[in-house]
């Protein structure tokens, strides 16, 4: 069952409900990615003797630990 199926729209608005939906959900995916980008920054602290970041940047990326 679809919004436009229980609300009795008609089927000509399918496309906006499936496009904004898209554009909420990336929306939602770049404030987070940016939200975590900006938490690492905030907390990193690097190795006291090769000067390395301790946290990785990315999610996908790990750290070396030495």
Known sequence: MT????LH????LMPVFFAS?????????AAGM???RRLVERFQWRCL???APMIAASPRTRGDVR
Not at 3 to 6: I, L
């Open 49 to 51: 003797h090769c000067d």
């Open 3 to 6: 919004v436009a199926e229980a």
């Open 34 to 36: 940016r939200r975590n």
């Open 9 to 12: 729209w008609p089927e000509a």
């Open 21 to 29: 939906g898209w554009a909420i959900t990336l929306g939602f995916c």
